[in-house]
């Protein structure tokens, strides 16, 4: 019954995806529509997925693979429907809903899916708190990115001064830009809380994972101390963002902290 559910959620992000190229292709794109109902309709699937299955667990459900890139592309969605209207960044669901059906179908199709034996001990607060919240900031890293990639798009069609259709449905360059810097401070702050939650949990820490997630911390305060201090151009920012975002991917396999052989 879970898998269903998810599996209607990858479709309506697939039916939003399709019908804004669709829509862009033919001329006839208007911001806020079918698309943000089928982004929202997608989320609402995800959290019923969540729901049940963190029910059965009887915990947060992010004990694997699996569970770590459905939660991803949850928070995905949940930052786009907060900040994407409000920031009037309409046109950043043509680049979420992608983001999102890719994260879930490969969490479908891949055997990531394996379930755990029992914990001996139940999770602490503070230790789900680390892994969720976490994994919330990644899917404003992840935002921070699809705006940072629509940055870079943007600004390569007025050097070249190559406009397509697409260029004046984009949000104007500052608005951008403030989008992705409130996108980097919103994932840093949360980070920042589920790195500390990270060392309130009262069991051995995994030094390497510690360490790379450090390392994510550093990575994204560097890029809001270039920000706050103007010494980095903004399409230099933009490139950061999705450099980062990139990297921090591959911390996702160290988050499978329920499991029985693995904490974090």
């Keep these: 019954m879970d898998r269903t559910l998810l599996i209607v959620a990858t479709l309506c992000f697939f039916l939003a995806m399709v019908r804004t190229v669709i829509a862009i292709r033919g001329g006839g794109y208007r911001p806020g529509g079918f698309s943000f109902f089928a982004i929202g309709l997608g989320f609402v699937f995800q959290t019923a997925f969540l729901y049940l299955r963190g029910h059965a667990l009887g915990r947060c459900p992010i004990t694997n693979l699996f569970e770590v890139?459905?939660?991803?592309?949850?928070?995905?969605?949940?930052?786009?429907?907060?900040?994407?209207?409000?920031?009037?960044?309409?046109?950043?669901?043509?680049?979420?809903a992608p983001l999102v059906f890719g994260l879930q179908t490969f969490a479908l199709l891949a055997p990531i899916d394996v379930r755990h034996s029992p914990l001996r001990y139940s999770p602490t607060p503070w230790l789900e708190l680390h892994a969720s919240v976490s994994?919330?900031?990644?899917?404003?890293?992840?935002?921070?990115?699809?705006?940072?990639?629509?940055?870079l798009v943007q600004e390569r069609q007025l050097k070249r001064r190559q406009l397509n259709s697409m260029f004046y449905l984009f949000p104007p360059l500052?608005?951008?830009?403030?989008?992705?810097?409130?996108?980097?401070?919103?994932?840093?702050?949360?980070?920042?809380?589920?790195?500390?939650?990270?060392?309130l949990t009262?069991?051995?820490?995994?030094?390497?994972?510690?360490?790379?997630?450090?390392?994510?911390?550093?990575?994204?305060?560097?890029?809001?101390?270039?920000?706050?201090?103007?010494t980095t151009a903004p399409r230099?920012?933009?490139?950061?963002?999705?450099?980062?975002?990139?990297?921090?991917?591959?911390?996702?396999?160290?988050?499978?902290?329920?499991?029985?052989?693995?904490?974090?």
Excluded at 73 to 83: D, P, R, T
Excluded at 236 to 264: D, E, K
């Design 69 to 96: 890139f459905i939660f991803l592309a949850w928070s995905v969605s949940l930052i786009y429907l907060l900040v994407g209207p409000a920031y009037r960044l309409s046109l950043m669901g043509a680049f979420t």
């Design 135 to 151: 994994l919330i900031a990644y899917g404003s890293f992840a935002l921070a990115c699809v705006a940072g990639l629509m940055y």
């Design 174 to 199: 500052t608005d951008l830009f403030a989008a992705i810097t409130r996108l980097v401070w919103l994932g840093f702050v949360l980070l920042t809380v589920g790195l500390a939650a990270g060392f």
């Design 202 to 230: 009262g069991q051995p820490l995994p030094y390497g994972k510690v360490a790379w997630s450090l390392g994510v911390w550093v990575f994204y305060a560097v890029i809001l101390l270039a920000r706050h201090l103007g």
């Design 236 to 264: 230099r920012i933009a490139a950061l963002c999705v450099l980062a975002f990139s990297g921090a991917l591959t911390l996702l396999w160290g988050i499978t902290f329920l499991s029985q052989t693995h904490s974090t």
